[in-house]
């Protein structure tokens, strides 16, 4: 009996702090979407869990943006196809002198420098469809977050 009374309490003790350890780790949509909610006018966590959920969807509705699920924006692939540079080589070539051998000259040294500048061009215009892809996303994030805040602070909260 004796040993009951010191076990029992201490089991208690152990539960206790192992579910405020899970209240304070518990992820909440605010936090998910990296804000911080503080409820201004004293709600409780069931309240201000229940207002989440709610203005999560509202945002949803007003974004047309879903974080779950977020809308994979694909930047714009760029066309590598031949753009005619070793054709415009060859006429150069060809204008130099003789024609035959000027023409196949030009034709291999112009494919090169076009094919060269092309891939040079080709990467450089990728890179800025997948700068703007990422932009995109972004914004799509940022205002899903701000229609989220507005609900929020609608319903008596501090959102940052």
Same mark, same amino acid.
């Given at each position: 009996?004796?040993?009951?009374?010191?076990?029992? +309490?201490?089991?208690?003790?152990?539960? !206790?702090?192992?579910?405020?350890?899970?209240?304070? #780790?518990?992820?909440?949509? *605010?936090? #998910?979407?990296?804000?911080?909610?503080? +409820?201004?006018?004293?709600? %409780?966590?069931?309240?201000?869990?229940?207002?989440?959920?709610?203005?999560?969807?509202?945002?949803?509705?007003?974004?047309?943006?879903?974080?779950? /699920?977020?809308?994979?924006?694909?930047?714009?692939?760029?066309?590598?196809?031949?753009? !005619?540079?070793?054709?415009?080589? @060859?006429? $150069?070539?060809?204008?130099? &002198?003789?024609? !035959?051998?000027?023409? *196949?000259? &030009?034709?291999?040294?112009?494919?090169?420098?076009? $094919?060269? @500048?092309?891939?040079?061009?080709?990467?450089?215009?990728?890179?800025? /469809? %997948?700068?703007?892809?990422?932009?995109?996303?972004?914004?799509?994030?940022?205002?899903?977050?701000?229609?989220? #805040?507005?609900?929020?602070? &609608?319903?008596?909260?501090?959102?940052?």
């Amino acid at each position: 009996m004796r040993r009951f009374k010191i076990i029992f +309490p201490l089991a208690l003790l152990v539960l !206790g702090l192992s579910q405020l350890n899970a209240q304070e #780790s518990k992820t909440t949509i *605010a936090k #998910s979407l990296g804000l911080y909610v503080f +409820p201004s006018k004293n709600q %409780n966590a069931k309240t201000q869990d229940a207002d989440e959920t709610a203005c999560f969807k509202w945002a949803k509705e007003q974004t047309g943006y879903d974080p779950i /699920n977020p809308t994979k924006v694909e930047a714009k692939k760029v066309d590598r196809s031949v753009d !005619g540079s070793a054709v415009r080589g @060859a006429a $150069r070539g060809a204008a130099a &002198g003789d024609a !035959g051998e000027g023409a *196949a000259i &030009g034709a291999v040294v112009g494919g090169l420098r076009g $094919r060269r @500048a092309k891939v040079v061009g080709d990467q450089v215009e990728q890179q800025q /469809n %997948n700068q703007a892809a990422a932009a995109k996303q972004k914004e799509l994030m940022t205002n899903f977050n701000k229609a989220f #805040s507005v609900c929020m602070e &609608g319903k008596g909260y501090t959102v940052k």
